[in-house]
């Protein structure tokens, strides 16, 4: 599970962490992004929260979380948590839903990104608005803003605006943050220097989460 401020490449490193040990990737903001895109009730619930860059309230986020978690590939292969917990409570919801699952978290990764760095990453950041695979005004995709995983078309998010950032950095101090003593507590804490290219800041990652796994 990576927590790190939005823009620390915390949805990046997920998805190449997921690749390498061939898990689902569970992305909150991914499952709330298609439904407002799908228009579902779930979207439709979730918009205003999301472009405005306000969390969504805690008992959606968790039945959502929930209904993945109890899907068999977790069960079976492990999962990658992206994006979740981002409040106590959902943390507390989270330990005891996996209690009673029978399932554990290996480690909380608390990617470590400046502030200026992740402002800049921000403003430059552009996304698939089919696979969500992640492009900046600096990498672009090959051909045309189509994207060269899945040929979806890449934009910029709705939530990526100077304003929403700025709420979404506050709401990431004044209540995810918090969590990395939550985890420290539980001896599941690495913190992990999210500066360098995406591969070296995966190594790092690999590095950690194989030495908590093997001990
Ligand atoms: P992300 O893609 O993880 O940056 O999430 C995008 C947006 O989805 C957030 O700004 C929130 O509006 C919403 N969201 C995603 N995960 C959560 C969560 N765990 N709790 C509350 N809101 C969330």
Redesign the pocket.
């Known amino acids: 599970m990576i927590l790190g401020r ?1 823009g620390a490449g ?2 990046t490193q997920c998805v190449r962490m997921a690749r390498h040990y061939v898990v689902p990737h569970i ?7 298609s439904a407002v895109k799908e228009g579902t009730d779930l979207g439709l619930k ?1 918009v205003e ?10 008992d ?2 968790i039945e959502v ?1 929930r209904d993945r978690l109890e899907q068999p590939d977790v069960r079976s292969r492990g999962f990658v948590l ?6 106590a409570v ?1 943390a507390e919801a989270l330990e005891s839903e996996l209690s009673e699952l029978g399932l554990s978290l290996d480690l909380a990764i608390d990617l470590q990104v400046p502030e200026n760095v992740v402002l800049e990453r921000l403003a430059a950041r552009r996304v698939c608005s089919t696979c969500a695979t992640n492009y900046s005004t600096t990498k672009p995709p090959h051909v045309n803003w189509t994207c060269d995983v899945c040929g979806g078309e890449v934009v910029q ?1 709705a ?1 990526d605006t100077e304003d ?1 950032i700025r ?2 950095l506050g ?1 990431y101090d004044g209540q995810t943050a918090p969590l990395i003593a939550w985890f420290e507590d539980r001896g599941l804490l690495a913190t992990i220097d999210g500066l360098g290219t995406a591969d070296e800041v995966t190594q790092r990652l690999v590095r950690a989460v194989d030495q908590q796994r093997l001990g």
């Open positions: 939005q915390k949805g992305s909150t903001g991914d499952v709330f992004r979730a929260f999301l472009d405005a860059g306000k969390l969504i309230p805690d959606v986020v979380v992206d994006g979740f917990p981002r409040t959902q998010r939530d929403a709420t979404r709401g």
